[in-house]
């Protein structure tokens, strides 16, 4: 059985180190996000060979819409999914050519569908209003159609463990509802000779991967039909293009082996082979999958107190960073090691519970609480771990603080 790769702590404590010893990076500087770009690109290798090779994995942007990075993956051969007309250009901009980009958004403007239509951008409508402005744009512009223009289905699979990134319940923003308008949404298709594809997603993190491969069954299930209807009424079109999503989780935690891609695939291969058999080209929209474990985190521990028996740190990472963490602890967890003032990781038999609190003025401000730690002391640095993902691309103004360096390992091979 494969396993979820992890950046071992012994690579990030000798990264660390090593950037201790250039005192420029410090200058100025309280925290810190690293980038292991050769983990990345790991993760990034085995994702295309679990999939056939016509495969577009159109990497996630809203989960690490660093521009750096984004210009680095245009190399290795992959799209980007991008979900607002600020992303779109920043993909454009990165040097992504437009068969492979994606454009899903729940709330396209007219002008905004106009741009991507003018591009030739891959697009995926949300609703049967979206369906309409599409008609109307097609038949007044002189567009070129993109490679795939679908609908968003929500199968209506239900809620996975995380309300808040559950997009499949049987009420959802997202989509248009497979069991209230199944005759409705064949008739679309029907309707419009220009819809070739189909795009369905069911949730992030929190809906384990049966749960992924139900709802995409019942979407492979319904577009079989529409093809079947087309063929039937002698229509030209067909559905080609089948837009699976992404949202196969990630391991936070260091016992947890995860959810490795090459299983995730057998299981749909064995659930659902006409994925597979070549009658539709996949699309993937993998984000946290490909970003979450390729980074962490160090700040610097600036007080040390002791409240009412409870042992309190401030660090300069808080909710302006990890923003779901803080507001909804319940959901979210990340391991957290701690390093010394030059950079040497600091282990002992005997630890001490620590709640981590960071720099903001709200009451809510604490990434993590009651973590076991050895003694931490001022000018400590606080390593959290797996913040590739969701972090930066989620970064708060409050306060008006500014974000975290970021720096790629120097001893990568891959450049940035």
């Known amino acids: 059985m494969q396993k979820q790769e992890r950046i071992s702590l012994d690579r990030i404590a000798q990264i660390t180190w090593e950037a201790f010893k250039n005192e420029e990076l410090q200058k100025g500087e309280n925290a810190w996000v690293f980038y292991d770009i050769d983990f990345l ?32 993956m245009t190399a290795l051969d992959v799209g980007a999914e991008v979900a607002s007309l600020p992303e779109l ?20 403007t007219v002008d905004e569908i ?8 891959r697009l995926n409508a949300d609703s049967f209003e979206e369906l309409h402005r599409i008609d109307e744009l097609l038949k007044i512009g002189n567009y070129e159609q ?53 795009h369905v997603h069911i949730g992030s993190q929190g809906c384990p991967p049966d749960m992924l491969v139900k709802g995409i069954g019942d979407v492979v299930a ?20 089948f837009d699976m999503g992404g949202g196969l989780p990630v391991t936070y935690h260091f016992n947890d082996s995860g ?55 401030v660090n300069h990472l808080g909710a302006d960073f990890m923003l779901r963490e803080c507001y909804n602890p319940n959901d979210w967890h990340h391991e957290i090691s ?19 609190a ?34 930066l691309g989620m970064w708060s103004r409050y306060n008006s603080r500014v974000e975290p360096r970021v720096i790629t390992d120097s001893n990568s091979k891959n450049k940035i």
Not at 222 to 241: G, H, V, W
Request: hydrophobic share 40%; net charge positive.
């Open 41 to 72: 690109q790991k993760r990034i290798e085995r994702l295309k060979a679990a999939f056939p090779a016509n495969t577009l994995h159109a990497i996630a942007m809203k989960a690490n819409p660093l521009t750096d990075i984004l210009n680095w």
């Open 89 to 108: 250009k920043m993909a454009l901009d990165a040097g992504y050519t437009p068969n492979k980009i994606v454009f899903d958004s729940p709330c396209k």
């Open 114 to 121: 106009a741009f991507a239509l003018q591009k030739g951008i």
């Open 146 to 198: 993109p490679p795939s223009l679908g609908l968003r289905i929500n199968p209506q699979t239900g809620t996975g463990q995380i309300t808040s990134t559950s997009v499949a319940g049987q009420v959802s923003k997202f989509g248009e509802p497979l069991k209230d308008f199944r005759e409705k949404i064949i008739d679309a298709y029907l309707q419009y000779n220009w819809l070739n594809a189909i």
């Open 222 to 241: 319904l577009a079989d039909e529409i093809n079947e209807a087309l063929e039937r009424n002698k229509m030209p079109n067909r559905i080609q293009t």
């Open 259 to 313: 959810n490795p891609i090459e299983d995730y695939q057998k299981q749909l291969q064995e659930a659902l082979p006409q994925l597979f058999d070549g009658r539709y080209q996949l699309i993937t929209e993998f984000g946290r999958h490909i970003h979450a474990n390729a980074a962490w985190a160090l700040s610097r521990v600036e007080y040390v107190k002791e409240v009412n028996g409870q042992a309190i740190l």
């Open 338 to 356: 701690l390093v010394d003032a030059k950079g040497n990781l600091k282990t002992s038999n005997q630890t001490t519970n620590y709640h981590i």
């Open 358 to 391: 960071g720099p903001l003025c709200f009451a809510g401000d604490f990434i993590s609480r009651g973590v076991k730690l050895p003694k931490v002391e001022t000018g400590d640095y606080l390593i959290i771990h797996d913040v590739g993902a969701y972090t």
